[in-house]
């Protein structure tokens, strides 16, 4: 608790927001606008790993902006998950605005700065989601993080942009006015307090049918977390620019939501509440179907991007599946599930858009023989793959121990059922592509230009998401540390 | 020594000096320096209300009475807290709007009016400073007269012949609002014999039963209510807002209903007292509903306008829906969330009619489809237009959600979860008509044959984007507004004899 | 006579609600105007009628004299007069400047010419 770290807490949201100002100052200059993107990731990514140590010796920095509603301030405190969401979106962006350059110089695209400067603001957005001290901090910062991601949504401008942006906005804005919002308020009154404490705020406040209701109004109005059915949005997210899919739409921002979800359960519910009254028992079940229809429907998505949007889906309804199991050690796959599916699918999203940028290819039964061409790419594709699968040696694997060791602790047949079935779903949509890209032959009428590789920053940005899926299968020392400071808080 | 004195004059000084300025300025015929001359008076009497703000915080409400004539029987002029509040906010937006005001009025009036022009604004200003700051019933209805009148002969500018008959409309509709609260003010002096406010408010303590008092409370609250606009007198507000020149727009949007709202408050809990008002008149089954049905009919139709000063003017009736379903809810929170929205919505309908001015300014129209594609080639504009109508959703670092969230925080208290819906349902209709304009001026393209339209001059985008910081500023930095808002409902409802 | 006791607000109703109705029931805008006159009218005529003392005099110190009417509703209702004249000649040159714009006083004409655009 060192005015140090409240010191690097506000410099790391600030950070991006310096960033985005000189990116927006250096907008002619493609080469110091790009480098002013690096150096800027460089610096969150220091400022954010320093305050690691601290965390893991028991250190809960904190720091009180402005009191913006009296006696609620805006205001942040570094706590184990939060301190393991920001590691990972820190991590993510350097990586990815590498990818970025080399995809938005590879295609063309227009109106780049915005497009850094907006990347930089939900950054910004995201860290301040993962520091949140208590509900309102976390609820500003979330609605920071949609608006400043629809402009990436709809980087494109044309029709379908639009019709893309108008869901993605219109699901977001509307589950998080209309149910997060009033549930924040009821939160308040009924609690007099919004401040995330270990243990819950709620018990002796709420109980019964109400607090299954508050549950509801949470679970849903956190949309980011795409829960079905107000999952639509990332489908429809995907018309966006592959870096944005990749770093937003598979890390910060969902990863922002199933984030969200886990600190309600464990800050403001608190576990042993929720197990005590069966009011909160749903959320299992409507976890569980998630998982299974969306695996399901993404088995129908011959579009790449769209197959991964519904994997994501699912994939998220993991954490929330392992909080919903309410044992400790399924909470910890939770917790480490949001770093395992971050490395993962970062790697998957990166391959797709190499693949769009090198061979202008979009529909997975385009991409026989694609191996052959690409072989970096799909190697690093598979890695991600056998993660979403949750098959050793990638770290998908960990994660989904963990929450399956919970659901047997604590007997909940229906989850174990879940997740078999899931990953074999899971191994049905990724398996046959990666068979394909790299066992059969080429279509003749599509050999097309005759491409190789995607540009040298796609390929170094792949092989370093799949290099880390791998490291963390092999050394999850600080994600596990993290994830049981989280447990040992909880209780 | 002078100094002293002329502090001691700033209540009467801050209605005297824009009356003063107005004949003035119809006489000067260069019409910049008329110009001049209103600008400069609307920011001495900023300076005056910043002063009454600062002098009310340190030493409580101040009583000036005119020519010696002691209280009940002169008229006196009485700034409270709340009222300080009001008088900064309506001086503020004058401060803001006429240095707006010289660019956009050259583009929409003919040079020969210019000096009445700002004749008239500089009369509605005072009018309505007069309303706030009057401690006396019937002159209040002379303010309110003043303001009427000078706001007819405002709306009467705007380029369009519409505007003549919005105008029109608004005058008759205006004039039996004020004749109706005339009436009333009339019964009450039938029954106290007295026209001060605060005496009266005395007085009228033992006649509760009194049919007469029933009688002049109804016939005040429906002559406000028709210069409020509240459901279901607000038929003349779309076309006076959507015909008016830009300038006249942002100017009575951002002011003159709010006054009115100040008006019921000041008559409803100071006045007849709220539990008068609320248990003896039931006021809150009247005012809630129509407030409700406000609300949401105003929003809906909003989402089919295609003009858009006229579907920011229904917004603006749903903005008023929300500050009296705060007033009828009968409860401090309740009332701290109407007086935070009175100052909020002036920020934002500023900003939002400041910037449509300025694309006005640009290419003759505020029609939706004539804004397509505006987004890329008037980007501080439209911005101003997003900003400020993130603030009229409500999302979060911006006025509106301050706003919305004591709204919902009152609502709640009591129980209400279906009206907490119903607020947040609304504010998603917001949505929904601001992001079609979004979407038009970002996604489309430029109609074909349309100008290229560049950037608004400095002049517009500068108050403009002042308003815009502010509904930032406000947003985030609260303290200040909800001190006031607060500690003003708190007297309002607590300072019951 | 209890009906007719307070015969002075008897005709201040009826002149209130005869120009009501002439506001609302007229499509020629001059008539409106002239409805809001009588429509005003009576209220001035309430507030005069409120001061009038029985038996007494104009309050003009005099000897004598120690019943007055009450002077405040006059001064009070000089200044509405003023409102009311202001009212009515800013109405009167609205509807000249209609009249010049769409050609016809009648309300009903011009909707029809503001909906035919």
Redesign the interface.
């Known amino acids: 608790m060192t005015p140090d770290s409240q010191e690097t807490i506000l410099l790391a949201l600030l950070v991006p927001l310096v960033g985005a100002c000189g990116m927006a100052l250096a907008w002619k200059r493609a080469n110091l606008r790009e480098t002013v993107t690096l150096f800027t990731s460089g610096l969150l990514l220091l400022l954010v790993w320093s305050l690691v140590p601290g965390v893991l010796a028991g250190d809960r920095p904190e720091l009180r902006l402005?009191?913006?509603?009296?006696g609620l301030a805006?205001s942040f405190k570094v706590e184990p998950l939060g301190m393991l969401f920001a590691c990972v979106a820190s991590l993510l962006w350097p990586i990815n605005s590498i990818y970025s350059i080399g995809y938005m110089r590879g295609n063309r695209e227009s109106r780049q700065t915005l497009f850094y400067i907006c990347f930089a603001i939900a950054l910004s957005a995201a860290i301040g989601v993962a520091f949140a001290g208590n509900l309102l901090t976390l609820?500003?910062f979330y609605?920071?993080l949609t608006?400043s991601t629809y402009p990436l949504v709809?980087h494109k401008?044309?029709?379908s942009?639009?019709q893309g942006g108008?869901v993605y906005?219109?699901i977001l804005?509307?589950t998080s006015?209309?149910l997060l919002?009033?549930a924040i308020?009821?939160t308040?009154?009924a609690a007099g307090t919004l401040d995330f404490t270990p243990g819950g705020v709620l018990r002796g406040h709420l109980e019964g049918p109400l607090l299954g209701l508050l549950l509801f109004l949470f679970m849903f109005g956190i949309g980011k977390a795409a829960l079905m059915p107000v999952h639509r949005w990332l489908p429809a997210a995907m018309v966006a620019p592959t870096p944005v899919s990749a770093l937003l739409h598979a890390v910060a921002v969902v990863k922002a939501g199933v984030f969200s979800i886990v600190k309600v359960i464990v800050y403001i519910f608190g576990i042993d509440l929720l197990q005590e009254v069966s009011s909160g028992d749903w959320l299992l079940y409507v976890a569980g179907f998630t998982i299974i229809v969306a695996s399901v429907i993404a088995l129908r998505q011959d579009n790449l991007k769209r197959r991964l949007a519904y994997s994501t889906v699912s994939q998220l309804s993991y954490v929330i599946l392992g909080a919903a199991i309410l044992a400790p050690i399924s909470v910890l796959g939770a917790a480490i599930h949001i770093a395992a599916h971050a490395f993962g699918k970062i790697t998957l999203f990166f391959a797709a858009g190499a693949i769009y940028t090198a061979a202008h290819k979009t529909e997975i039964s385009q991409l026989r023989g694609i191996g052959r061409r690409m072989p970096w790419t799909m190697l690093a594709f598979s890695i991600g793959a056998l993660s979403m699968i949750g098959v050793p040696p990638a770290a998908g694997f960990i994660s989904k121990w963990y929450i399956l060791s919970g659901a047997l602790q604590t007997e909940q047949l229906l989850a174990v059922l879940v997740i078999i079935a899931s990953t074999l779903l899971n191994a049905a949509y990724f398996v046959p592509i990666i068979y394909s890209a790299f066992f059969l032959r080429e279509d003749v009428g599509l050999t097309g230009d005759g491409h190789g590789e995607a540009p040298l920053p796609i390929v170094i940005a792949l092989t370093m998401t799949a290099g880390l899926t791998i490291l963390m299968f092999f050394m999850p020392e600080l994600p596990l540390a993290l994830a049981q400071q989280l447990i040992l808080t909880a209780k | 020594m002078t100094l002293n004195m002329l502090l001691s004059h700033l209540p009467a000084l801050q209605v005297v000096v824009p009356l003063l300025a107005a004949p003035l300025c119809a006489l000067l015929r260069p019409r910049h320096l008329a110009w001049a001359v209103a600008t400069l008076t609307s920011w001495v009497c900023l300076l005056i209300s910043l002063t009454l703000v600062a002098q009310v915080q340190a030493g409580g409400t101040l009583r000036y009475t005119f020519g010696g004539w002691p209280s009940p029987w002169g008229i006196e002029y009485v700034v409270d807290l709340l009222g300080a509040y009001v008088l900064l906010i309506v001086s503020l937006i004058a401060a803001l709007v006429l240095p707006y005001a010289r660019r956009s009025v050259e583009r929409e009036i003919d040079p020969e009016h210019h000096s009445l022009f700002y004749t008239a604004l500089l009369l509605c200003l005072c009018g309505l400073l007069g309303i706030v700051i009057t401690g006396d019933a019937f002159n209040l209805f002379v303010f309110l007269e003043i303001s009427s009148l000078s706001t007819y002969t405002l709306i009467s500018f705007g380029r369009d012949r519409r505007a003549l008959t919005a105008s029109y409309q608004y005058l008759i509709m205006g004039t039996i609002g004020a004749t109706f609260f005339l009436i009333g003010v009339g019964l009450l002096y039938v029954l106290t014999g007295t026209l001060n406010m605060a005496d009266l408010a005395e007085r009228i303590v033992p006649l509760a039963e009194s049919r007469t008092l029933h009688t002049a409370f109804a016939f005040i609250l429906v002559g406000v209510s028709l210069k409020l606009a509240l459901f279901p007198l607000h038929l003349w507000l779309p076309n006076a807002y959507a015909h008016a020149p830009s300038v006249v727009s942002a100017f009575i949007a951002s002011t003159a209903t709010k006054v009115a709202v100040y008006v019921v408050v000041r008559f409803i809990f100071s006045l007849f007292g709220y539990r008068f008002a609320f248990d003896q008149m039931q006021l809150d089954w009247v005012l809630l509903p129509l407030a409700i049905i406000g609300i949401f009919t105003a929003s809906v139709v909003a989402v089919f306008q295609e003009n858009v000063k006229r579907m920011l003017a229904y917004s603006s009736l749903a903005q008023i829906g929300y500050m009296m379903l705060g007033i009828s809810l009968d409860s401090v929170t309740g009332l701290t969330a109407s007086l935070l929205h009175l100052f909020n919505h002036a920020l934002m309908k500023g900003a939002l009619f400041m910037a449509l001015g300025a694309v006005f300014y640009r290419i003759g129209s505020v029609q939706l489809g004539q804004m397509a594609g505006l987004g890329r080639q008037m980007p501080w504009t439209l911005g101003a237009v997003v900003a400020g109508g993130l603030s009229l959703i409500g999302v979060p670092l911006t006025v509106g959600f301050i706003s919305k969230w004591y709204l919902i925080l009152a609502v709640i208290e009591q129980g209400w979860w279906i009206l907490a819906a119903l607020v947040l349902v609304t504010s998603l209709i917001a949505l929904v008509y601001m992001w079609r304009v979004v979407e038009t001026s970002y996604f489309q393209p430029r109609p074909a044959g349309a100008v290229i339209a560049g950037e608004a001059p400095l002049s517009l985008i500068a108050p403009t984007w002042l308003l815009v910081l502010a509904n930032l500023y406000f947003g985030i930095d609260t303290g200040f507004t909800i001190d006031l808002a607060g500690s003003a409902a708190a007297a309002l409802i607590g300072g019951e004899p | 006579m209890e009906f007719l006791g307070h015969y002075n607000y008897w005709i201040v109703i009826f002149l209130m609600m005869t120009g009501f109705y002439v506001v609302i029931s007229h499509s020629n805008l001059v008539r409106k105007i002239i409805g809001l006159n009588i429509f005003q009218t009576s209220v001035f005529i309430l507030y005069i009628s409120m001061g009038k003392m029985p038996g007494g005099t104009a309050p003009i110190v005099a000897e004598g004299v120690t019943l007055y009417s009450n002077p405040l509703p006059h001064v009070l209702i000089l200044t509405a007069i003023v409102v009311g004249v202001a009212t009515t000649a800013l109405g009167l040159a609205l509807v000249v400047r209609i009249k010049e714009a769409y050609g016809t006083v009648e309300e009903d004409e011009i909707h029809a010419q503001d909906e035919s655009l």
């Open positions: 402005i009191e913006m509603l009296p805006i609820f500003v609605e920071v608006l709809t401008g044309n029709d942009a639009r108008r906005l219109g804005i509307s006015i209309l919002l009033p308020v009821w308040l009154v």
